[in-house]
């Protein structure tokens, strides 16, 4: 088990190109979650998905912002149009409704907008 | 949205002195979790509570959930430098469905040797 695995870990670009962060799961896990955190402020929840269903997306989850897990495995997060504002470490869980488990965190993308 | 209040906001404490620290909320909680956080890594789940009155230890970490379900406490007794980080509540408030938890915005805490 490697536990919850994100790339890059960090990234910087310009204002107005467009990003894409990718999550790969722990393996036998079936839920998947993006979460935002800015600094000093706790982790807010952006969107979920249940094997590859998109279930929930949170207020935060702008146009700019779409999120992908098409086999049910690893999930992709893109921002388009990168705003100052959307600098922040985005983090991505997983968990297993099987097994009954909480969120396991993986290290996060810090994403730095210039 | 739900909102979480943790304090204290921070703590510098001594080496081997125990330490206390809350959360409440204004809604009704099912779930309580308790995370800790080191520089540049995700959360680590280091407590998770389920029932009214429930209290759980972790080695040296006891968090309990309140009776009235709107708060949480985590103790750490005889800390050493290695505790060092930010400590996070977060909850699962009634009715929300299991997927979406809501976090404090943290303690961080200060261990001198």
């Known amino acids: 088990d490697t536990g919850v695995s994100q790339d890059p870990r960090h990234k910087i670009t310009k204002r107005g190109q467009n990003v894409t962060f990718r999550c790969d799961p722990i393996?036998?896990?079936?839920?998947l979650y993006w979460y935002r955190q800015t600094l000093g402020q706790g982790p807010e929840f952006l969107t979920y998905?249940?094997?590859?269903?998109?279930?929930?997306k949170s207020r935060l989850l702008s146009d700019r912002f779409s999120a992908e897990r098409p086999k049910g495995s690893f999930s992709t997060l893109e921002i388009q149009r990168t705003e100052q504002g959307d600098s922040a470490m985005y983090l991505c869980?997983?968990?297993?409704?099987?097994?009954?488990?909480?969120?396991?965190f993986g290290q996060g993308t810090r994403l730095t907008v210039v | 949205g739900q909102q979480l209040n943790q304090s204290p906001q921070s703590m510098f404490i001594q080496e081997g002195e125990d330490v206390s620290m809350n959360c409440t909320s204004s809604?009704?909680?099912?779930?309580w979790l308790w995370y800790k956080q080191d520089p540049g890594e995700g959360p680590v789940l280091l407590i998770a509570?389920?029932?009214?009155?429930e209290l759980t230890s972790n080695g040296r970490l006891t968090a309990q959930f309140g009776i009235t379900r709107k708060d949480s406490f985590l103790n750490i007794s005889a800390s050493i430098p290695s505790d060092v980080g930010i400590y996070f509540c977060?909850?699962?408030?009634?009715?929300?469905?299991?997927?979406?938890?809501?976090f404090g915005k943290g303690t961080m805490l200060l261990v001198s040797p």
């Open positions: 869980a997983s968990s297993s409704d099987i097994r009954n488990t909480e969120a396991f």
């Open positions: 393996s036998e896990h079936n839920r």
């Open positions: 998905f249940q094997n590859e269903a998109q279930l929930e």
């Open positions: 809604s009704i909680f099912n779930t």
């Open positions: 509570l389920y029932k009214a009155g």
């Open positions: 977060a909850g699962r408030p009634m009715n929300s469905g299991y997927s979406t938890l809501t």
